[in-house]
């Protein structure tokens, strides 16, 4: 399926840039083209000095069939060409349950999938975003090259020795060692890892002349970038919805928080130029998405709604966090048609939340409840998890308790009951994450989270009103697995594509148990797979961290 036609966009790929890079997302063109963060690289790199830049996704079940059948090539979406014909492939990663697909859309595109069977003419293959900052080590022999940081600080310096070293004629991939001197870049072929009769990792050296140790970088302004979509769509989640970006990182501190960790500090965008920035999309498109992760607490918040809504556009959020919830933003928000709210509790009681630091309490999600009844706001969004460390089985039943609470309390306030379609409890078990305090704890047994949703289930059962999602624990297995793993799990992804992505096979044939990654609690002293990557983060100190969660301070 063509989807160019439905687009609309604000930046044109000429196709005549010397370099030319094809931009990979590892899912749908559904899913991609709702990431904020692709459109802002493919920006970049079309505004870049002798660069094009073109698209391409993960194409639906028969497409990929018929493919396969005719022995055809998966091709870009703008131009139609092949991947051989790029100069550069490059990956934007940031859910580890994509990684089979990196596999599928490779092997679609007749590129070798292990980085040592590719000659110096074929592309040269790299990946960023957030799941290869964590930990990209499982992903270490299939490329040739990861950014370790925000794209914005790194491409121009990538691009530059690219641009170095290629003239323009017959393509052959620069040397790795050309990119040895840029910070955040992370060759993995140069490292070299030990392991001790235990199967840890006793010790990571790099090559002559290759960083040792992978600083990550980040953006220090974001105003120095433009942050807002240059497509828009119907084909998508956010339908004809134009995306931009109010802040990046987190200030709050959760425990269980990778993007809280890793994209400190918190920053936000000048307030004026963000309107700026607004005024400057198509005013067609009159859906304005304001992104973050911590958008409630952008400074007036209310007053940049008001700004936007005034000049005649929609405005949708994010999320909202309970505690920062008034009735001036909900009033503003149904002003434009906001008839979704979440709140994530992601804990039960509030003994659990102190101790993952989720500083929230009922009586705050209790009034964000009464603010969304009072303006007859018909959907509530709730999030938990459930394996959290320290938790018991009471934090099960308080998820059901806090559930109908919010349900009484909303049927209180509003004194009808027809203004509340659903509530929709979304349960997700708890995936420990490199960089947080929670990095060495153990995921919860596959069996132990299966009773866990069966209790919600069976709470919530007979209620009117309620809808409940979970993510399937397995799933949740294989996260940790690829997440926490080191480049030995490399092998089991591969295995794992071989048998169609059948896991529970790939886990047979190998002699690599996916147990001891998963199942494990790490100490203090142990080598971490991700230890050669620089966040300015303190071990020690998360691990004080880990120990207050454990003990809910």
Known sequence: MSYISDEKCT???SGKGKIRVLLAFPNTYYTGMSNLGLQVLYRILNLSPDTTCERVFLPGTKEIQHLINTGKKLTSLESGQ???????????????????NILTMLSLGKIPLLQTSRSSFHPLIIAGGISVFLNPEPLADIFDQFIIGEAEEVLKEFLDTVRLKYHGKNWEKPSFSSFADIEGVYIPSANNIKYNSSGLPRKISSRKSFIKKIKCRHVADLDSFPASSCFSTPNTEFSDMLLVEASRGCPRGCRFCAAGSVYKPYRVRNKNNLLNEIQSLPAKQS?????????????????????????????????LRADSLTEEMVSVLKESRHKTFTIAPEAGSERL???????????????????????????????FMIGLPGENEEDIKAIIRIAKEIKHVYYKEAKQKKWLHHI????????????????????????????????????????????????????????TLLSRGDRRVGKLLLKAFAHNGDWARAFRDTDINPDFYVYR????????????????INKKKLWEEYQKALHAV
Not at 358 to 374: D, G, M, V, Y
Not at 521 to 536: C, K
């Open 11 to 13: 930046i044109t790929c």
């Open 287 to 319: 859906k304005i998405g304001i992104l973050g992760s911590a958008v409630s607490d952008f400074p007036d918040l209310p007053d940049l709604i008001k700004h936007i809504t005034s000049r005649g556009r929609l405005v949708s959020i994010s999320s």
């Open 82 to 100: 092949p991947f051989s014909s790029f100069n550069i492939i490059a990956f934007s990663l940031s859910f580890e349950n994509d990684y089979l």
């Open 353 to 383: 939340r102190q101790g993952i630091g989720k500083s929230l309490t009922n009586e705050e999600i209790f009034r964000a409840a009464e603010i969304l009844s009072k303006y007859r706001i018909p959907n509530i969004r709730l999030y």
């Open 424 to 479: 929709t409890l979304s349960i997700s078990p708890f995936v420990p994450k490199p960089f947080t305090p929670f990095q060495w704890h153990p995921y919860e047994q596959v069996s132990n989270l299966k009773r866990k949703i069966k209790i919600i289930s069976n709470g919530l059962k007979k209620e009117r009103k309620f809808m409940v999602n979970f993510d399937l624990p397995k799933w949740g297995y294989i996260q």
């Open 521 to 536: 609690e790490r100490d203090l002293e142990e080598t971490l797979p991700w230890d050669f990557i620089d966040h300015s």
